[in-house]
């Protein structure tokens, strides 16, 4: 049973470690290969490690690639299986993730948020109607310049608030459980090099949203690389004999469906998202993401892509296009039906902690996404921020609280599972 002294105690440790962790520069970087894509990673990661410690799980490290595992041992007389809590450090590339600035907004009466380094930003139920939910509570924000963190630093300080309350209050009763921060999830590689063997059989990440959140589906994810070589030509004797890779390659994007893009989908709805585009009049390239929730329609999209590159290399004579395909992760709907009871726990977790449990599907992936398919199914259950990757970014201090205190009832329910 968590009593006012336990939630008391939560309130102020989440709290504390939020604002602390939000304001360490964890920036990941997409065009470094590496892992971590940049250092600064270390410098949270170091922190956890020796926070960890502090605490006194066992078998705690930070090894060279950021990752930082421990293990908080189960309470005496308890036999139960492992689990195991995930969340990244980094942020995305995004939004500024440098000198961010958090503040709290005490009991939020309902008006338009305002920020203190942009005047011209302002948070409103009208930029995220879920804002309203929570006149009355402590909104945390950042000050207008980046990001606030919350992805996934919220997640971070609730497993470690969770630990926290775990050895502070010992007759909280649970079983063995496992904890890893990752690195690079915004960039799509959290379990690049992660220690696969050291994972319990199953997991859960704590990088959702919404109160009450909990995934166990999310996208089936291509990536496609689309390079145009066209022939430079005198622009004064160009006529019949040039072709300009950057027209080209801006036609080819423009032929791509309206209707099947993110700012024009919801729910199930799958896309193609045309992520940058640059070059010259001789040498052009366009990266696009494509998703959806079920395999044959992503064919569909790669499919239509194919015959788009076979129309202009026939339309123009000498043009150049190839066109590459990347598998980035899979839906893990498929694998985790097969072991209901992963979702089941969670679900009566968040229903112990005074929330209605909203099953969602994730219109994204996560590090759990990757790991299912490495065949640890590993959920997603919320951490309560909203409007991650821009400068509104926040969440309710409430949020943090009811996290925290899923987590303990979930060592608990596995503990008597």
Known sequence: MITDDIRDFMRTDVRERFLRYVQIYTTSDEE??????????????????????????????????????????????????????????????????????????????????????????????????????????????????????????????????????????????????????????????????????????????????????????????????????????????????????????????????????????????GFFHVVGIEGDFENAKTVMIIRDFEVPKNKIRMEYLESLKDMFEKRYPGLEIDLKFTYQYQNMRDIIVETPEVMDLAHKAIEDAGIKVLRKSIRGGTDGARLTQLGHPTPNIFAGGLLFHSRREWVAESSLVKSVETVIHLAKHWSEA
Request: charged residues 30%; proline residues 7%; glycine residues 8%.
């Open 32 to 269: 470094n290969p590496e892992t971590p894509s940049t250092k600064r990673q270390f410098d949270l990661a170091r922190i956890l490690e020796r926070e960890l410690k502090d605490l006194g799980l066992n078998e705690v490290r930070c090894d060279d690639h950021a990752y930082v595992y421990g293990v908080l041992p189960a309470t005496n007389g308890v036999k139960a299986d492992t689990f195991g809590l995930l969340a990244h450090v980094d942020t995305s590339p995004d939004q500024p993730g440098e000198n961010v600035k958090p503040r709290i907004i005490e009991n939020w009466d309902g008006s338009p948020i305002e920020y203190p380094d942009d005047p011209d930003l302002t948070l409103s139920d009208a930029d995220c109607p879920e804002l309203k939910d929570f006149i009355g509570d402590n909104i945390i924000t950042a000050s207008g310049k980046t990001l606030l963190g919350a992805d996934d630093k919220a997640g971070v300080a609730e497993i470690m608030a969770a630990m926290a309350t775990f050895v502070k209050f010992p007759e909280l009763k649970h079983g063995e459980i496992k904890v890893c921060f990752t690195p690079d999830e915004e960039i799509g590689r959290g379990t690049v090099e992660i220690d696969e063997d050291w994972l319990p059989k199953f997991c859960y990440t704590l990088d959702g949203g919404y109160p009450g959140e909990l995934e166990g589906e999310n996208f089936d994810a291509w990536r496609a690389d689309v390079t145009f070589k066209g022939v430079g030509v005198h622009p004064g004797y160009a006529k019949n004999k040039m072709i300009n890779a950057c027209l080209v390659a801006a036609n080819f994007v423009a032929a791509l469906p309206e209707w099947q893009t993110p700012a024009t989908t919801e729910k199930r709805e």
